[in-house]
T-cell receptor, first 114, second 118 residues
Framework: AQSVAQPEDQVNVAEGNPLTVKCTYSVSGNPYLFWYVQYPNRGLQFLLK??????LVKGSYGFEAEFNKSQTSFHLKKPSALVSDSALYFC????????????FGTGTRLLVSP | NAGVTQTPKFQVLKTGQSMTLQCAQD?????MSWYRQDPGMGLRLIHY???????DQGEVPNGYNVSRSTTEDFPLRLLSAAPSQTSVYFC?????????????????FGSGTQLSVL
């Protein structure tokens, strides 16, 4: 079965420093990978997706993600963190049955301190 | 732009009561789905629909019913609420593309319904 793992419950980073939120995946076939962000009391918002092509995917709000097939990873990155980036981040993979059914990770809380 | 609208935002039920969580989208999306979010478990798919009149089960369908009579609406029914159904529920929709088989379109989420079952 398709799955993703987010090994860190929380990531702490100082404003202005680079940030990385980790995600590893396990899939049958080609992976379709996504990152979503959830701000307090809000629904999830799409950040970026990897389907095929360049291993570095650029998304919303200055975020990018690096796809690494040999390490089965899809880490979310940003060169310079903002306090407003503090939120809950979810990695997701498309279910093998297709369509837009996604299997989500458990989420990583990002806390950016001033 | 309303997007995906969920009502109510909060609900408290007693064990055994029934209720319907409403979800409506105004983007003419073919695909709609319901997820529940529980601490430490991420989001889990309950039911989904690829178009009016078509529904299917997700990962955790027991205790929930859905129907899709229109493209816009996708209500989730709790038949007999149980404390295990205490959760935050999210409705999401997406464009399905030509032929209804697009697989890489992003999901648009509603703001959620926080449900407590006592």
């Amino acid at each position: 079965a398709q799955s993703v793992a987010q090994p860190e419950d929380q990531v702490n980073v100082a404003e202005g420093n680079p940030l990385t939120v980790k995600c590893t995946y396990s899939v049958s076939g080609n992976p379709y990978l996504f990152w979503y962000v959830q701000y307090p009391n809000r629904g999830l918002q799409f950040l970026l997706k990897y389907i095929t092509g360049d291993n570095l995917v650029k998304g919303s709000y200055g975020f990018e993600a690096e796809f690494n097939k040999s390490q089965t990873s899809f880490h979310l990155k940003k060169p310079s963190a903002l306090v407003s980036d503090s939120a809950l981040y979810f990695c997701a993979v498309r279910d093998i049955r297709g369509f837009q059914k996604l299997v989500f990770g458990t989420g990583t809380r990002l806390l950016v301190s001033p | 732009n309303a997007g995906v609208t969920q009502t109510p935002k909060f609900q408290v039920l007693k064990t055994g009561q029934s209720m319907t969580l409403q979800c409506a989208q105004d983007m003419n999306h073919e695909y709609m789905s319901w997820y529940r979010q529980d601490p430490g478990m991420g989001l889990r798919l309950i039911h989904y629909s690829v178009g009016a009149g078509i529904t299917d089960q997700g990962e955790v369908p027991n205790g929930y019913n859905v129907s899709r009579s229109t493209t816009e609406d996708f209500p989730l029914r709790l038949l007999s609420a149980a404390p295990s159904q205490t959760s935050v529920y999210f409705c999401a929709s997406s464009y399905s593309g030509a032929g209804g088989r697009a697989t890489n379109e992003k999901l648009f989420f509603g703001s959620g319904t926080q449900l407590s079952v006592l």
